[in-house]
T-cell receptor
């Protein structure tokens, strides 16, 4: 397996634009996590899914953020409208029950 | 830009020495713990894990110790090498398989 695949690796967008980050988890993993990493707040859990169902989204900053998992092999994190303070590295990770999580390479988002 | 950043504790060690990185976790109900290594520009990478029914686990050059009484976790790296330089995170598995991370420690290895 190629591991967790995220796209794009880098995204630069203007304030107010919609941003969509994509993730393909490892096949057979039934948990998927979205994290955000910044210097200010470290590695924060935004939301996680089990069998494509959102379980806990209490880490999602506000209504501008939304995440979906339409099937077991794909998830998106959308920010609409984007703001400069959303600039961060966004990681997707997947795991099986009670095992370690495997991380993607991340998407570095810059909102100008 | 950000004027105030998360202050990462830094551990500086000489190449060949042993390193000990510490972590305090928050939830006494956490049942599974993981140490990750993150190099610049990359995602966190699994190093070693331990379940709450154990107090010690050894891997290749790494040992994890768990003290549930004081909710403390440590990572010991033997014969530290320059390639070990990175930020190290501990993560705890909370009920429902939610995995949350500590603030991280930067390890710098001096040649």
């Amino acid at each position: 397996d190629a591991g967790v695949i995220q796209s794009p690796r880098h995204e630069v967008t203007e304030m107010g634009q919609e941003v969509t980050l994509r993730c393909k988890p490892i096949s057979g993993h039934d948990y998927l996590f979205w994290y955000r990493q910044t210097m200010m707040r470290g590695l924060e859990l935004l939301i996680y899914f089990n069998n494509n169902v959102p379980i806990d989204d209490s880490g999602m900053p506000e209504d501008r953020f939304s995440a979906k998992m339409p099937n077991a092999s794909f998830s998106t994190l959308k920010i609409q409208p984007s703001e400069p303070r959303d600039s961060a590295v966004y990681f997707c990770a997947s795991r099986m029950l009670d095992t370690e999580a495997f991380f993607g390479q991340g998407t570095r988002l810059t909102v100008v | 830009g950000e004027s105030v950043g998360l202050h990462l504790p830094t551990l500086s060690v000489q190449e060949g020495d042993n390193s000990i990185i510490n972590c305090a976790y928050s939830n006494s109900a956490s049942d599974y713990f993981i140490w990750y290594k993150q190099e610049s520009g990359k995602g966190p990478q699994f190093i070693i894990d331990i379940r709450s029914n154990m107090d010690k686990r050894q891997g290749q050059r790494v040992t994890v110790l768990l003290n549930k009484t004081v909710k403390h976790l440590s990572l010991q790296i033997a014969a530290t090498q320059p390639g070990d330089s990175a930020v190290y995170f501990c993560a705890e598995n909370i009920s429902g398989n939610m995995l949350t991370f500590g603030g991280g420690t930067r390890l710098m290895v001096k040649p």
